[in-house]
Structures are given as structure tokens and as C-alpha cells.
């Protein structure tokens, strides 16, 4: 259910920017805990490419609600990566007088997420594949947009990237036994570039572009430098319309997707149109109030981000996460965006089912209602759309419902094989926050 209309409330800024503060850490350890990697689960060398078993879920999702992009498929722990990638596919697609649909690389932002990590000189053998939403805006402040054909051509039409596994295999390497393994190798910066450009097979047309735009050594950054993007795929934050809606009035406006971003400050995001996260907090008053600022978020189309914590055994035929498993799991952080809700209890109305637009404004209305209870969300997933192994409720969409989300979980150390593990484990709810635009 989910529809146009209803004014909503205000926000607050990405939690995980705020993890870095010891406060939030401690509360973010107490009730979900939440690792900055992705579950990945098994997306491996089985990928199912867009094309090989018919459409992707653009093309035949039933809900219609949230303006969203095809669903993709990732290979690495960057669900992060993705999900901001969907919000700002959706912001962008709203924005078009024809609906058009921009495929953004997450393997343009990931070559940056790396380079940002290896070009401090730190002693890591190791690429750290995770992050946060507040990362990835980052990264699209700095280094811009391409679309996926433009960064790596071959793969402008598929649903998974198989060059990102790669890429991370061979810089990996190159970190713990090649070009970059001393600290000194990775503060120079043009040979990071260059390690970069081997890893990712990147095109002579795209390194020059790369180095057109940010210099060999990326001596420039669009956050810090007046820098032209002519004769060249690169695009600004700013260069990219999005539907965003007035703080104030809650009314449709266009804005740019840097307008979204906004700009970095302390534990918080600044800008009039800058999108912020809200915890999930303790209390059932505060969480009922949390979620109703998601839900008007909804009713206006908004692509809402959440944060929440994966247990693969809660996982049902049916492509629902329904309650806490009775043993855990293959467990991981995970980032998704928010496509519709099914609420219960809904005064004069009752149920109001996810998969049907609601455009009666007096039910959107009563939805907000204290009294009534969400059963589940139902969210656009970076695990593909049709494969085998996976059950959906819609083509790479799944049901996450509250007696899920609220938990406790059993959170365990994984084994070494990634099978799932019992030991060391307390309890941790699964939610972990959502990020919702301003004026929510």
C-alpha cells in the first residue's frame, strides 16, 4: 500500500556517520550491530546476467508506488553502494519529462571507494568492501556519476558485474604482494591510479577521461576544485536532475541529485534538500513515530533507504523475511531500498495490502494512526531478480516483516567458511535506520 499525498514530519542525519561517534556506537552495538560490509550471500560465479532468463524487475513489478530503477545484482560486500545507487536512480528517473532510466556505476564509485582507501598510505593488505550511505553520497560529491556502458562498456547491460570480483581479486594482490604492499608504494597516488586502471581492465578511452577530469594523481575533486568535465561521460552530482519534494510544503519540486547529498558536517548532512537517516530508537512510542515519518515518505514516492541485519534462515520460500529464526544463519549488514508497506489495524479501514495503490486520502491518512501496526515493508534488493536458488515476492523484491525487523536476532560470529555460526552470539534487532529525505 502506499500512495501520493499526506504531509510528513522532519529528519535526522545518516547514523552511520554518526557510528563513528562512541555514543551512537554503543548504541548501534546494543541493538543491531551493524558491520559496514554487505551480505553478498552466494552471488557468485552462477550470476544470472540481465537477459538470461527474460526481464528484469523494472519491467515487470507490480507496484508502481516508488519510481524505481531495474534491479541489479551484486558480486561484492557493497550493498551500500547499490541501495545509494537505487535512491538516486529513482530520484533521477522522477525527475525525467520521459521516465528515463540512468544505470549509474557502482563500479565507477567503487574504483573511487578504493582509491580513497589505499591512497592514505594505510597498512592494509586488504580492499575493506564495505561502507555506508553517507560514504557513497561522499563519493558522488567527489567523483561524479557515469553510467555503467560508459565506465565499463561490456557490462552496460547486465544485472551483475563479474569485473568488480575480479578487480577486487587482483588488487587484493597487489596490495599483500605486488606494485602497492609497502606504505610507501600507496601514497603515490598515480600509481594507485594506475594499479586501479590494470585491476578494473578500464579502457584507454576512460583512463584519459579519468585523468582528464582528476589529473594522474586525482589532484582534483569536484568538492574541492573548479573542474571540466568536457569531452568526457563524467557527470557532476549537480549535472543530474532529481524529484525531491519542499521541506515546508511537502509539494513536488526539482532539484539536483547534489541538492539530495547535500554537504558533510559533523555528525549530520547540511543542505535545505539534503536527506538525513533516523535511528530506529527503543521505545514502541518512538518507533511508532520513526515509522510514520517513513510511511508519509512512501505516500509521497519517495525511494526511502533502510539499514538492517540479514539472518539467511529467516529467509521463507516465499521471499519474506518473517521472524527470527529458530537457529542462526549466514548473517551480514545489509542495505536496501523501501518500495511499499502493508499496514494492519487501520481505524475504518483495516488492511490496507501492500501491491495495491492507495490513493484514498482520508485511508493515507488513518494510516498514520498510532493504533495501526505495519506488518511488513517491502524492499528492492541488490541480490538480482530471477535465479534459481532465490525465492522472491516480486522479481528481486522481498517482504521484511516487523516480527522480523523488531527481533531480537541471535547475532553470531560467523566461521571461517561463511556458513553460519553459534558461537559468540547475543541478541540485536534488525533494524537498523532508514534515510529519508527532508522535512520527513
Known amino acids: 500500500m502506499a500512495g501520493a499525498l499526506v504531509p510528513p514530519p522532519e529528519i535526522l542525519a545518516m547514523a552511520f556517520a554518526l557510528a563513528r561517534s562512541s555514543l551512537l556506537a554503543a548504541l548501534l552495538a546494543a541493538s543491531a550491530v551493524f558491520a559496514g560490509g554487505c551480505t553478498v550471500e552466494d552471488a557468485g560465479d552462477d550470476a544470472t546476467r540481465e537477459g538470461d532468463e527474460g526481464e528484469t524487475a523494472a519491467n515487470v513489478e507490480e507496484i508502481v508506488d516508488v519510481n524505481h530503477s531495474a534491479v541489479k545484482r551484486q558480486s561484492i560486500g557493497n550493498c551500500w553502494l547499490y541501495a545509494t545507487a537505487s535512491w538516486a536512480e529513482s530520484l533521477a528517473k522522477s525527475a525525467s519529462p520521459t521516465n528515463a532510466e540512468l544505470n549509474m556505476s557502482e563500479s565507477y564509485w567503487t574504483y573511487w571507494h578504493w582509491f580513497d582507501q589505499i591512497a592514505n598510505g594505510s597498512p592494509r593488505t586488504e580492499i575493506q568492501t564495505g561502507g555506508w550511505f553517507s560514504t557513497a553520497v561522499e563519493i558522488m560529491a567527489r567523483y561524479g556519476v557515469m553510467n555503467e556502458g560508459s565506465f565499463i562498456r561490456s557490462e552496460a547491460a547486465d544485472e551483475m558485474s563479474l569485473r568488480q570480483k575480479s578487480a577486487l581479486a587482483k588488487m587484493n594482490e597487489s596490495l599483500k604482494n605486488g606494485a602497492l604492499k609497502t606504505p610507501e608504494a600507496r601514497r603515490d597516488r598515480a600509481l594507485v591510479?594506475?594499479?586501479?586502471?590494470?585491476a578494473w581492465e578500464l579502457e584507454p578511452n576512460v583512463v584519459t577521461q579519468l585523468t582528464r577530469v582528476f589529473g594522474s594523481s586525482v589532484q582534483r575533486t569536484f568538492d574541492?576544485?573548479?573542474?571540466?568535465?568536457?569531452?568526457?561521460?563524467?557527470?557532476?552530482?549537480?549535472?543530474?536532475?532529481?524529484?525531491?519534494?519542499?521541506?515546508?510544503t511537502k509539494q513536488p519540486i526539482t532539484g539536483t541529485l547534489q541538492d539530495a547529498i547535500g554537504t558533510a558536517g559533523g555528525y549530520s548532512r547540511s543542505g535545505r534538500l539534503a536527506w538525513r537517516s533516523a535511528r530506529y530508537p527503543w521505545?514502541?512510542?518512538?518507533?511508532?513515530?520513526?515509522?510514520?515519518?517513513?510511511?508519509?515518505?512512501?505516500?509521497?514516492?519517495?525511494?526511502?533507504?533502510?539499514?538492517?541485519?540479514?539472518?539467511?534462515?529467516?529467509l521463507d520460500p516465499q521471499g519474506r523475511f518473517l521472524a527470527p529464526p529458530a537457529t542462526p544463519g549466514v548473517q551480514g549488514g545489509h542495505m536496501t531500498v523501501l518500495e511499499d508497506y502493508q499496514i494492519d489495524g487501520v481505524p475504518g479501514?483495516?488492511?490496507?495490502?501492500?501491491?495495491?495503490?492507495?490513493?484514498?486520502p482520508e485511508a493515507l491518512t488513518a494510516a498514520l494512526d498510532p493504533a495501526a501496526k505495519i506488518a511488513f515493508f517491502r524492499v528492492k534488493n541488490s541480490w538480482g531478480?530471477?535465479?534459481?536458488?532465490?525465492?522472491?515476492?516480486?522479481?528481486?523484491?522481498?517482504?521484511?516483516?516487523?516480527t522480523y525487523l523488531d527481533g531480537p536476532v541471535k547475532h553470531c560470529t560467523q566461521n571461517a567458511t561463511n556458513t553460519g555460526s553459534t558461537d559468540d552470539c547475543y541478541d540485536a534487532t534488525p533494524l537498523g535506520d532508514f534515510v529519508l529525505p527532508a522535512g520527513y
Open 385 to 402: 531478480s530471477y535465479r534459481p536458488d532465490r525465492q522472491f515476492v516480486l522479481p528481486g523484491y522481498h517482504d521484511l516483516y516487523m
Open 349 to 360: 479501514f483495516g488492511t490496507l495490502p501492500a501491491g495495491t495503490v492507495e490513493s484514498r
Open 193 to 198: 591510479r594506475r594499479e586501479l586502471d590494470k
Open 283 to 314: 521505545t514502541t512510542a518512538e518507533r511508532r513515530a520513526v515509522l510514520g515519518r517513513v510511511q508519509r515518505a512512501l505516500h509521497d514516492r519517495q525511494p526511502v533507504v533502510i539499514t538492517w541485519y540479514v539472518d539467511f534462515n529467516a
Open 224 to 248: 574541492r576544485s573548479t573542474v571540466s568535465t568536457r569531452f568526457t561521460s563524467i557527470k557532476r552530482a549537480s549535472d543530474i536532475k532529481a524529484s525531491l519534494r519542499d521541506p515546508q
